[in-house]
């Protein structure tokens, strides 16, 4: 059964340093991961997703994640933080069953940015 | 172009009480799905459905129903609320579920709370 590990429930950095979210997977095999975003007070927005493609994948707002089969991991980061980046990032893994993809969800991790 | 909408935006009920969710999409995506957010647990399927006329449950489907006689409605009941139901629900809507790596659009969420 595939899951899904981030490893930091919450991140705080300064605006115009480094951004890394961590996430672990496990999976039987290769799966498709995601990462959301969600603001507060909204909706999940999707920023980028790794289908099996390049390993390296470059999403919006100038954020990227590297798949690692051999870590089985996909973190998530952004050479420069934004204030307007402070949110909750999820990681998740998309798993086959029952005729749908099911998503399956980490726990989230919060990223807070100061000035 | 809307995408997924939902209302309403927040509702307060009393122990007993019953109310219906409306989402609705406009991207002509075939599947759609009710998730529920709560704090420190990333978000949980409740139902979802393949199809219009068709649904089937999810991971957390007691308490709650759905009917899909639309294909761009998909509508969550509650009978008969308890405190436990208090959450935030989101909708999706995806294209082809039948790979791993499609992509969900969520909608803005709906804030319950049942006193």
């Known amino acids: 059964a595939q899951s899904v590990t981030q490893l930091d429930s919450h991140v705080s950095v300064s605006e115009g340093t480094p951004v890394l979210l961590r996430c672990n997977y496990s999976?039987?095999?290769?799966?498709?991961l995601f990462w959301y975003v969600q603001h507060p007070n909204k909706g999940l927005q999707l920023l980028l997703k790794y289908t099996s493609a390049a390993t390296l994948v470059k999403g919006i707002n100038g954020f990227e994640a590297e798949f690692k089969k051999s870590e089985t991991s996909f973190h998530l980061t952004k050479p420069s933080a934004h204030m307007s980046d402070a949110a909750e990032y999820f990681c998740v893994v998309g798993s086959l069953s029952g005729g749908y993809n099911k998503l399956i969800f980490g726990a989230g991790t919060r990223l807070a940015v100061h000035p | 172009n809307a995408g997924v909408t939902q209302t309403p935006k927040f509702r307060v009920l009393k122990t007993g009480q019953s109310m219906t969710l409306l989402c609705a999409q406009d991207?002509?995506?075939?599947?759609m799905y009710w998730y529920r957010q709560d704090p420190g647990m990333g978000l949980r399927l409740i139902h979802y459905s393949v199809g219009e006329g068709t649904t089937a449950k999810g991971e957390v489907p007691d308490g709650y129903n759905v009917s899909r006689l639309k294909k761009q409605n998909f509508l969550l009941g509650l009978e008969s609320a308890a405190p436990s139901q208090t959450s935030v629900y989101f909708c999706?809507?995806?294209?082809?579920?039948?790979?791993?790596?499609?992509?969900?659009?969520f909608g803005p969420g709906t804030r319950l709370t049942v006193l």
């Open positions: 999976s039987s095999y290769s799966p498709s």
């Open positions: 991207m002509n995506h075939e599947y």
């Open positions: 999706a809507s995806s294209y082809n579920a039948g790979w791993d790596g499609d992509t969900q659009y």
